[in-house]
Structures are given as structure tokens and as C-alpha cells.
């Protein structure tokens, strides 16, 4: 049994590690001797706050939140479930501080985009990450 939980919280970790844009991670064995996984962030998203996406599911617009601890450049695009680009919704450099993003579902030719789920690729300096949307007409 211990060994399967090693192994499934070792794949969990090479997945979110990978999906975070992560490149290494850490397990140890605490106190009591049950493994914990520890993920390493990089020192480049470990002082950024992103992971406000509201709502989602959405039905008109969602709002991406995110702090910048310092001056970045940011671009966050979305993509359908086939991997096209639907639009860009930021590319620029941005200063330090809280950014708040809207979505509407709308694509770069400003026509709405059916209901489905759709993926937010996000880069803000060295650091990469995709987020999952539902929208829901």
C-alpha cells in the first residue's frame, strides 16, 4: 500500500511540476513518516500570485487576477480543445502590482465563441502555465 501511495504522489508530482512549468521537484519523509510532496517553485513564479479565476464555468466573462511582485512582460492567450488560438488577451509589459484580466468569449475577430472549455496559456516572465475555463452559454 505505502508503496503505491510513493507512486502516485511521485506521478502527481511530475505532472503538476511539468503542467506549472516546473522543472524539479522534491519528495521527503516527514516526522511521522508519511510522504509528503514538495513541489520546488522557482524563484520567479514562487513571488507571483496567479490562480484567481472567477467563475469558472463562466456563461459572459471570466476574471483572471494575478500580482506581479515586479515589472514583466505578460501574455495570456486562449486556445480551443483542438489548439487554435482564440485570442490574445494581453501582451505587454506590465509594472508591479494587481492586474485584473476579463474575458468575455469572445475570439481576436470579436465574435463569440461557442459554449465548450477552453485553455488560458499564460507566460509572465520565466514562468509558464495554463489554466482551464468552462464556458457555458
Same mark, same amino acid.
Given at each position: 500500500? /505505502?508503496?503505491?501511495?510513493?507512486?502516485?504522489?511521485?506521478?502527481?508530482?511530475?505532472?503538476?511540476?511539468?503542467?506549472?512549468?516546473?522543472?524539479? @521537484?522534491?519528495?521527503?519523509?516527514?516526522?511521522?513518516?508519511?510522504?509528503?510532496?514538495?513541489?520546488?517553485?522557482?524563484?520567479?513564479? /514562487?513571488?507571483?500570485?496567479?490562480? &484567481? #479565476?472567477?467563475?469558472?464555468? @463562466?456563461?459572459?466573462?471570466?476574471?483572471?487576477?494575478? &500580482?506581479?511582485?515586479?515589472? /514583466?512582460?505578460?501574455?495570456?492567450?486562449?486556445?480551443?480543445?483542438?489548439?487554435?488560438?482564440?485570442?490574445?488577451?494581453?501582451?505587454?509589459?506590465?509594472?508591479?502590482?494587481?492586474?485584473?484580466?476579463? #474575458?468575455?468569449?469572445?475570439?481576436?475577430?470579436?465574435?463569440?465563441?461557442?459554449?465548450?472549455?477552453? @485553455?488560458? /496559456?499564460?507566460?509572465?516572465?520565466?514562468?509558464?502555465?495554463?489554466?482551464?475555463?468552462?464556458?457555458?452559454?
Amino acid at each position: 500500500m /505505502r508503496h503505491s501511495i510513493i507512486t502516485l504522489l511521485i506521478c502527481a508530482a511530475v505532472l503538476l511540476s511539468s503542467v506549472q512549468g516546473q522543472n524539479s @521537484f522534491t519528495l521527503r519523509l516527514d516526522e511521522t513518516n508519511t510522504l509528503q510532496a514538495i513541489l520546488d517553485i522557482l524563484t520567479t513564479s /514562487r513571488a507571483m500570485n496567479y490562480g &484567481e #479565476w472567477h467563475p469558472n464555468p @463562466f456563461n459572459s466573462t471570466v476574471e483572471i487576477r494575478y &500580482e506581479l511582485p515586479e515589472g /514583466r512582460h505578460v501574455r495570456m492567450e486562449v486556445y480551443d480543445i483542438m489548439g487554435e488560438l482564440v485570442k490574445v488577451l494581453v501582451d505587454r509589459d506590465e509594472s508591479a502590482g494587481y492586474m485584473v484580466e476579463l #474575458w468575455d468569449g469572445r475570439d481576436d475577430r470579436g465574435e463569440y465563441v461557442p459554449s465548450g472549455v477552453y @485553455f488560458v /496559456r499564460v507566460e509572465i516572465g520565466d514562468y509558464r502555465g495554463i489554466m482551464k475555463v468552462v464556458l457555458v452559454r
